[in-house]
């Protein structure tokens, strides 16, 4: 979180303490008394909302233009969920409830989580993405006691939203958490946390910047590092499960990573560097 970064526009950052405080303004500024954080902090998302509400309801709209590359996506985070469910639920009778975060035109829910859950809500603040995903998803009159269905539609920014309590087996978050300043970040998922039910557990899919970080002036987002985001899920108290690379985008693309997140601290935990080590002798630490 130290290093350096910059922004989309060639400008460069000694580190993202110095970014936050040019883009929501003083220090820390979680300060919702003082009128000029408050100010600043509404000019920032405004601006990325704006972007999305001129972005066609699409999957080239929610995707930048890269539409294609949603079959390799889809199956990268089958590959990255399936093992995981049958660890943390195992084979029995649960009925299982995913939270789509940032959910754009239901993308993810349909492609993914509506194939692996029995019920999906969504939370995505720009109206005519929901609108778009409400329409292809909600359960017709005869479906409506179907075995997968999108449930429920909240048309609410991440930093804004509360979960209901202990309702989600998994909370997917997937290429929007970058909207969020650090600050609104940390408490998203402090927040979040609560709406897990037992032994369940948050995906992060987002892009990664190679070091430090990146900040896109169009959208107002950032692209973080491995790094960063590994700070801010140990500041948030979450414990890294397993994490996974997206394999097969394009190059030109950032490298998108897969984490698995827990409350608690993984008991047998491998560090998430994947099956190998679980056959090598572990070091016991204290
Ligand atoms: N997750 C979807 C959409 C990705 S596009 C998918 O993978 O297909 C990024 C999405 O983030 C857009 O739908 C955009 O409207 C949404 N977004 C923008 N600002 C947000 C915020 N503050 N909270 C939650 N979502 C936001």
């Known amino acids: 979180m130290d290093a350096a970064g910059l922004d989309t526009e060639g400008r460069d950052f000694t580190s993202a303490r110095e970014m936050w405080k040019e883009e929501l303004g003083v220090e820390d500024c979680g300060d919702e008394s003082n009128d000029a954080c408050r100010a600043k902090r509404c000019d920032w998302y405004q601006k990325g909302i704006a972007y999305w509400q001129g972005v066609e309801a699409s999957m080239d709209g929610v995707l930048g233009g890269y539409g294609h590359v949603n079959d390799t996506d889809v199956k990268g985070s089958e590959a990255f969920l399936k093992p995981l469910l049958l660890e943390r639920f195992g084979t029995g009778s649960r009925r299982l409830v995913a939270l789509d975060c940032g959910s754009g035109i239901g993308r993810v829910t349909k492609n993914l989580l509506l194939r692996h859950f029995n019920e999906v809500d969504l939370v995505e603040p720009v109206s005519h993405f ?4 409400r329409e292809k998803l909600a359960p017709e009159e005869d479906k409506k006691f179907s075995e997968q269905k999108a449930v429920n539609f909240y048309c609410v920014p991440l930093q804004e939203f509360m979960p209901q ?3 989600y087996d998994v909370i997917w978050v997937q290429w929007c958490i970058g909207q969020l300043p650090d600050d609104d970040f940390l408490s998203f998922f402090k927040r979040a946390k609560v709406g897990l039910k037992p032994n369940g557990f948050f995906v992060v899919k987002e892009n990664t910047a190679r070091t430090g970080f990146v900040l896109d002036k169009e959208d107002n ?3 973080r ?3 960063y985001f590994k700070e801010l899920f140990k500041q948030c108290g979450l414990f890294l499960y397993r994490t996974k690379d997206q394999k097969g985008f394009p190059e030109e693309l950032f490298p998108v990573k897969m984490y698995a997140l827990v409350t608690d601290k993984p008991k047998s935990s491998n560090g998430g560097k994947g099956k190998s080590r679980q056959h090598k002798p572990g070091i016991i630490k204290s």
């Open 165 to 167: 309590v202990g309702r």
């Open 130 to 133: 929901l609108e778009a995903a």
């Open 225 to 227: 590092s491995d790094s």
């Open 221 to 223: 987002s950032i692209t």
